[in-house]
Nanobody, 116 residues
């Protein structure tokens, strides 16, 4: 079965940086998109950054210029480089893989807390 495991979350001061990693195991034959989502208490889960199979990326307006999504197909790993972190970035971050048939695979999430 497919398994996604996030790592790299933690506590960081405002203005600092974190790099989240998502390692995928198992076989996925028809990946359409990969992405990072986040959910803060009392808020809906939102797309932070995504990348298509063709390499097109998109970002939430709130993180443009600060976050960068990337992937290493050979290692079955995706990353989210987060710079200039703000307290409002505090949330649980989830990695996601969506297949061409619109099946979703999710990690368990990793907590990111940014202190002022």
């Amino acid at each position: 079965q497919v398994q996604l495991v996030e790592s790299g979350g933690g506590l960081v001061q405002a203005g600092g940086s974190l790099r989240l990693s998502c390692a995928a195991s198992g076989i996925i034959f028809t990946i359409n998109t990969m992405g990072w989502y986040r959910q803060a208490p009392g808020k809906q889960r939102e797309l932070v950054a995504g990348v298509t199979y063709a390499g097109s990326t998109n970002y939430a307006d709130s993180v443009k210029g600060r976050f960068t999504i990337s992937r290493n197909s050979a290692e079955n790993t995706m990353y989210l480089q987060m710079n200039s972190l703000k307290p409002e970035d505090t949330a649980v971050y989830y990695c996601n893989i969506r297949t061409v048939k619109r099946n979703d695979y999710w990690g368990q999430g990793t907590q990111v807390t940014v202190s002022s």
